[in-house]
């Protein structure tokens, strides 16, 4: 009886009318967990109930408290007939069993109905006394910590990284029952929730096993996925990342803040990139194909898998470093090769951890569904997914790699065909944070290794590069080889040194099928895959060179599978690395260069696409340092060499280099038009309309180049669903399913206008076709304002006195690339460099800003002011302090707050973020994950405005619980929030619609960085208030 | 091809304050596009009509989804569907429960009854507003009225706090739940000079001064119905124009204070006894439930228009009107003078400010 669960109910308020004839409502409440139910009284005639009820205790095992979310009922009391249900609230307990998260739910929760929505407000109270079971044999794994964030949470420390854990359950879909023909809407819709409820907790429960088996602690970078496999079933399955993790107690002594790190960005460029003298050349690296499709037991048709971009030698890698890294590579490959998977789903490192970078490595397969016979043993699903990972695994080698970074997996299905996806990037990893690892070997490693560029190395030997690509000399240090271009699906290291800034690039395709069914389908379908990726892969390579940069980030492809057409979006967000070559222009070549008028088509194309570039790098502010080309001694001497990709290999290269280019010396990218297909492709790639000025967008957590965040953040969920005629070409549809996308874009920057300067994060879109006919895009992101002016100046300060301000603002940066400049020898161990790897503890907490100390000033009078109000009106509220934290127009609510009352306390303002941080605020807690799964349905479509006022209203209402169950957490924001489901089905004719949503995310509570700068400088009369939001409860 | 589905909703929800006048103008979508494009937003942010029209409909939505919040007003403060910070909360209660004055003109002291509200459409056509502001409008009197009716304590404060209306809307709702309550008649053509601005100051005067919670304000009831003592002694002022001699002494007190300090000496003498005659009748019929709905009107007929026709200033209206209810306090015989006070404090004020040079 290791644990007993205790929940009380205190009021309801806003509760729907329930008695016509009195306007009013008779409510009772029943509070369910496990089989055990207790009941309140009945509160008569009241909208708003004071039950105030006892405290209902559940003495069960902590098995099922993993598994079961607490269930609350509330009921309206009929004495004559059935009691009406007006709704649920289904709680996660699964934060409270663990120490370091929340102690303790409380606050007021919507109340859901799946019919008819959010119906009123319950104040609940619910604790957890957890007894310590010391059973080795046991099923729990409380106290094992989830985060959704991709990267160490802010306010942990990680001790150990051990690696990939996954697990998946599956069941009957209980709308796909027998007893659905007989059951309402709403106990179908509620079976399901609470199938998932509980399906999603015992995942949860099984891989915190794993991670205790593995040693560990925590899981980071969890991703939970829901396959609503129809008839076959439902399938629940999860992959993260094990990791120990040590919490940081000490407040200012946490890792650097991606905006307190990145001004030192800008002018690490400077001295990194002035003494890069080695000029070399670059030609385009072609995608490798390994096509090969083969038929497996039952039916699966596997699509193996593109390799992107560059890799490499280690030829010539390092010179005193050369064994050394060769001892050191293979300890820890075999480290990891200990492992069945190699896998981190992470997209952020801890300092030091991530050494090289190989390029993307992905696999699909396409799958017949049948029923899951055997719930207890889902044997077949988990074949399934082994054969992709052994795929990738065996990608990642032949890149020279021993890890897969940034790894995530998708499914796309439609009837009986689904389409498995992983794909990540490949990539060696540091021992340091692995298990064997060679702890004094390392360090001395370390250093030769700089960070602004270390990572683009390529990690393979150059002699046996699986493809051609072209290596230069890294354009950072000169020292090592890199790409020519370079695709990855994490974010951007943080020290990478990046030239302007970036900008979300995206390739968008259709692709017309035949209808059909069975085996035919799904080899059709997998036929069809390759051509798709390559194709993406194209466009995105076109879509990167019209931009002038060199590698993408946070590379996304997703494939949905319709009944006649095949969906490919791939995002990315493409920047211009330093270390990397600057890319050449793009030259269009006509295949019937005879023809007069045909010839002037193809140079007004041209000129368009010179100009285009020429802008774009005026836009995104790309003017890298010129490097002196031919220097004596040049270590590669390379014939200027021209590789062309489009479809026909017949001409020579010779013939092309005729044409001069306008973009100089660098080498160009040709694009051959010898059909119309080429011509459309190269409107395609000019028809992306820019941003509109002020704006930026990214895919990745952070923009290169931007600093200065603004408080100001708006998280944003936008859905279109677009009907499209029968009878559409290829060319055709993806005209429209581009121009769908770009609309879509424009209308956020047009809603977003009051935001500028500002910069949309984290733009992830989710493409779907939910019927024929029908194209459904997703997008979720947040908007954050950053502040022009200082931007302007911390360049110009940059540019100006660069040593002194980088000695205030990150002095540990200086040093490394001091060290760099004076070319250490790599034995010599400098003490300064060692400090460098571990995180720097109180390395920003003394330094002191001066620019903003009258910020500071006038912030802490503010507070002050505040605190005058607080006392006046007498009312001390425990969340008062994370009302202070909220970002709202602080002078004006304040004002607006104590000259008016409204009726009762205020909604605490809860933020919600898809990145792992919040701009200008430190999380000081992470109190457990937020993962919740909602059904709405209605039967009165047109009435509730629609299917866009449906849909609107439900999303509003999930975003309202999330923000409601995060409060009671203690918590004011959400972080790594995300939208992984919105299944949306409608049937105008029967006025219907259904929509299911699935979210995640981490639920914190943080704290602005003015106010913690505030204890430090004026801690007698700041403690109090700090001490109170980092307690929370 | 079509866009079957368009949503955005954002974690603070997003409204645009100009999208929001159009909607509470009652416009259509497409109306409201039209505007848009002629303002210019289009130019300023790289937009399509497009882009606008997906915006202004799902900015309809978001205002529509947040009416019913909006009838309630304490409601949006501790409601969870939306995170609207509290300064746009305020934006939003205030901007919809402003008025036209053109339209409040037309209904001010109706009563708020179903008949008048089937009566919009003509009061539409007249004014140029659209009949769905209209009828918000008029939503938002009566349910003012409903919910003030009921309530104990200072109509302005009651408003105040239950809507969260700012000050001055808070006063013009009073005006206008107190004209409607006592139904004055404002729409005669004699008054149709008068602004709402004139009226909602008497109905200020009159519930600071008339109205029982002026008297005490542990009343029930108090702000919205007169004193109804009061009125009844309103009659006893009658003496002064029954009792001749002391209309007489009443006229030569003021006369003399008058003398040489007007212009309009001559006529005030002449006249003196009719708008005498006229301000007492008016105060002694006040216990008449219909002379009540009449008070203006006859303020206008009975004191306005002769002094207007004899081309009086302001000034010398002030003069004549102080004079007038000091003198009275100075006549042996008469001893009402609490009554006349409070009586004559608010109609001096009340004259001036309906008196338009």
């Known amino acids: ?1033 | 091809m079509s866009v079957e589905l368009d949503v955005f909703v954002g974690n603070t929800t997003i409204m645009d304050k100009e999208v929001y006048q159009l909607w509470l103008n009652g416009y259509t979508v497409n109306d409201a596009v039209k505007v848009r494009i002629e303002g210019g937003v289009m130019e300023e942010c790289e937009a399509s009509a497009e882009v606008l029209l997906s915006d202004t409909m799902d900015q309809y939505r978001t205002f529509q989804m947040c009416e019913r919040l909006l009838h309630h007003p304490a409601k949006l403060a501790n409601q969870l569907l939306f995170q609207i910070p509290p300064d746009r909360q305020a934006m939003l209660i205030e901007r919809y429960y402003a008025f036209d004055d053109l339209f409040v003109r037309e209904v001010l002291g109706k009563k708020l009854s179903k008949g008048t509200k089937k009566d919009l459409d003509d009061v539409s056509t007249k004014t140029g507003i659209t009949l769905k502001s209209c009828r918000r409008q008029f939503d938002n009197f009566k349910r003012v009225f409903k919910v003030v009716e009921e309530l104990k304590g200072p109509l302005v404060e009651n408003i105040r706090q239950h809507f969260l209306l700012p000050d001055q809307l808070a006063r013009d709702y009073a005006a206008i739940v107190f004209f409607a309550n006592n139904r004055f008649e404002t729409g005669k053509k004699k008054l149709q000079y008068l602004t709402f601005q004139d009226f909602a100051f008497c109905a200020g005067q009159l519930i600071n001064n008339w109205t029982l919670g002026a008297v005490d304000n542990m009343m029930e009831d108090m702000d919205v119905d007169l004193d109804k003592e009061f009125l009844q002694d309103l009659k006893d002022l009658k003496i002064l124009i029954t009792d001749k001699d002391l209309l007489d002494q009443h006229k030569s007190l003021v006369c003399t204070a008058l003398r040489g300090k007007t212009n309009v000496y001559n006529e005030m003498e002449a006249n003196f006894k009719n708008l005498s005659r006229g301000l007492v009748n008016i105060a002694a019929k006040l216990i008449n439930a219909k002379d009540v709905r009449d008070f203006f009107i006859d303020l206008v007929e009975k004191f306005i228009e002769p002094c207007r026709s004899d081309k009086w200033t302001s000034i010398d209206m002030n003069l004549y009107l102080t004079h007038y209810t000091n003198s009275a306090h100075i006549l042996d015989t008469f001893k009402h003078h609490a009554v006349w006070t409070r009586y004559m404090g608010v109609i001096k004020s009340c004259i001036l400010r309906l008196y338009h040079d």
């Not at chain 1, 729907?16 to 009945?42: I, Q, W, Y």
């Not at chain 1, 902590?62 to 004495?79: G, K, M, N, S, W």
Request: proline share 5%; charged share 20%; hydrophobic share 35%.
């Open chain 1, 1 to 1033: 009886m290791p644990g007993k669960l205790k929940a009380k109910i205190v009021a309801g308020r806003h509760l729907p009318v329930m008695d016509r004839a009195s306007d009013l409502t008779d409510a009772f409440v029943e509070v369910k967990f496990g089989n055990t139910t207790f009941k309140t009284d009945v509160y008569p005639k009241s909208l708003n109930p004071q039950w105030n009820s006892e405290w209902f205790k559940f003495e069960v095992d902590d098995e099922d408290l993993q598994d079961e979310p607490l269930q609350i009922t509330v009921l309206d009391h009929d004495t004559y007939s059935a009691n009406d249900a007006i709704g649920k609230v289904y709680i996660d307990i699964d934060p409270l069993l663990c120490s370091e998260a929340a102690t303790v739910i409380s606050g007021w929760l919507p109340i859901y109905d799946t019919i008819h929505g959010i119906r009123g407000e319950i104040n609940v109270l619910v604790k957890v006394d957890l007894f310590n079971d010391l059973n080795r044999f046991r099923q729990s794994s409380c106290g094992v910590k989830f985060f959704c964030t991709t990267s160490i949470p802010r306010c942990y420390r990680a001790i150990m990284v051990h690696g990939f854990v996954e697990e998946l359950v599956v069941n009957e879909d209980p709308e796909y029952q027998w007893i659905d023909r007989i059951r309402t809407p709403r106990a179908s819709n509620e079976a399901r929730q609470r199938l998932i409820f509980l399906m999603s907790g015992e995942l949860q429960r099984k891989i915190g096993l794993k991670v205790l088996e593995m040693g560990g602690n925590a899981v980071v970078g969890y991703l939970q996925c829901f396959d609503l496999e129809g008839e076959s079933g439902l399938v629940v399955r999860a992959i993260g990342t094990a990791c120990t993790l040590e919490k940081i107690s000490t407040f200012p002594a946490t890792a650097t803040h991606p905006s307190n790190s990145s001004p030192s960005k800008d002018m690490k460029d400077s001295p990194q990139a002035a003494p890069s003298t080695l000029g070399c050349r670059s030609t385009h690296s072609s995608p490798v194909h390994s096509a090969s499709s083969r038929l497996s037991q039952g039916f699966s048709v596997s699509v193996p898998t593109l390799l992107f971009a560059g890799m490499g030698s280690g030829g010539s890698a390092g010179k005193d470093a050369g064994p050394l890294k060769a001892l050191l590579k293979q300890q820890t490959q075999s480290a990891l090769e200990q492992r069945e998977y190699p896998f981190f789903t992470l997209t952020v490192f801890p300092p030091g951890f991530l050494l090289h970078v190989g390029g993307v490595v992905s696999a699909r397969s396409v799958k017949l569904l049948d029923r899951i016979h055997n719930p207890d043993e889902p044997e077949t699903r988990d074949a399934w997914w082994e054969e992709i990972r052994q795929e990738i695994k065996s990608h990642a080698k032949s890149l020279g790699c021993h890890a897969v970074v940034g790894y995530s997996e998708s499914t796309s299905i439609c009837e009986e065909v689904c389409i498995l996806s992983a794909s990540g990037t490949a990539a060696i990893l540091s021992s340091r944070f692995m298990q064997d690892g060679p702890l004094d070997t390392e360090l001395r490693f370390e250093e030769v290794v700089s960070p602004g560029c270390g990572f683009c190395h390529i990690p393979y030997d150059e002699l046996n590069i699986p493809f051609p690509a072209q290596l230069t000399y890294c354009y950072c240090c000169r020292r090592y080889k890199v790409p020519d271009v370079l695709f990855t699906t994490i974010d951007l290291p943080t020290e990478a040194s990046v030239t302007g800034k970036g900008c979300l690039i995206q390739a968008r395709l259709c692709r017309t099928k035949k209808k059909a069914q069975g085996e035919v389908n799904a080899m059709a379908i997998s036929n069809l895959l390759p051509f798709l990726e390559y194709e993406l892969h194209t466009q995105l390579m076109n879509k990167l060179k019209l931009r002038g940069m060199n590698a993408l980030f946070g590379l996304r492809i997703q494939i949905s599978v319709g009944e006649t057409m095949l969906l490919g979006l791939a995002s990315a967000t493409g920047v211009y690395l330093t270390a990397l070559p600057s890319p050449g222009g793009i030259q269009i070549v006509g295949k019937t260069p005879s023809d007069i008028t045909y010839e002037q088509h193809i140079s007004n194309m041209q000129k368009k696409i010179n100009d285009t570039i020429t802008k774009n790098k005026e836009l995104y502010e790309i003017n890298p340092p010129e490097v002196v080309e031919e220097i004596i001694g040049s270590p590669i001497p390379e014939p200027r060499q021209r590789s062309r990709l489009f479809r026909s290999h017949s001409e020579s290269s010779d013939d092309v280099s005729e044409i001069d280019l306008s973009h100089g010396k660098k080498d160009a990218f040709v694009l051959e038009i010898d059909d119309t297909d080429a011509v459309e492709d190269i409107h395609a790639l000019l028809t992306d309309s820019p941003t509109p000025a002020g704006f930026y967008s990214c895919n990745t957590e952070i923009m290169p180049g931007i600093q200065n965040w603004t408080s100001a953040i708006q998280m944003f969920t936008s859905v279109r669903v677009f009907r499209l005629n029968a009878n559409l070409t290829n060319q055709g549809l993806n005209k429209i399913f581009s121009d769908l996308c770009e609309n879509l874009l424009k209308s956020l920057y047009f809603k977003l206008r009051s935001m500028v300067p500002c910069c949309l994060c984290h733009l992830n879109f989710t493409v779907a076709i939910p019927e024929d006919e029908l194209i459904q895009v997703a997008v979720t992101a947040v908007a954050l304002s950053f502040d022009k002016v200082q931007t302007l100046e911390n360049g110009k300060q940059s540019g100006e006195k660069t040593p002194i301000k980088a000695i205030t603002e990150n002095d540990e940066q200086l040093q490394f690339n001091l060290e760099l400049n004076a070319e250490t020898s790599s034995s010599s161990i400098s003490p300064k460099g060692l400090s460098e790897v571990g995180s720097h503890p109180s390395a920003r907490a003394p330094s002191v800003d001066y620019s903003s100390f009258a910020d500071r000033c006038s912030s802490w009078i503010e507070q002050l002011k505040l605190k005058a109000h607080t006392i006046r009106r007498g009312s001390v509220k425990t969340t008062s302090s994370m009302e202070k934290a909220s970002p709202l127009p602080e002078g004006r609510s304040r004002s607006l707050r104590s000259n008016r009352s409204y009726s009762g306390s205020s909604v605490a303002v809860v933020k919600m973020t898809p990145l792992s941080f919040i701009p200008g605020a430190k999380i000081i807690k992470y109190l457990g994950i937020i993962n919740m799964f909602f059904i709405r349905e209605t039967s009165s479509l047109r009435e509730e405005g629609g299917v866009s006022g449906f849909l609107h209203t439900f999303i509003a209402e999930v975003f309202a619980m999330v923000r409601a169950h995060v409060a009671a957490l203690g918590g004011n924001a959400v972080v790594s929030y995300s939208m992984k489901e919105c299944v949306f089905m409608e049937n105008p004719n029967k006025n219907q619609a259904q929509c299911l949503i699935n979210v995640s995310g981490d639920a914190v509570i943080f704290v602005r960085e003015s106010e913690l700068e505030l204890t430090s400088v004026q801690p007698q009369s700041a403690t109090t208030q700090t001490s109170n939001g980092g307690e929370g409860t």
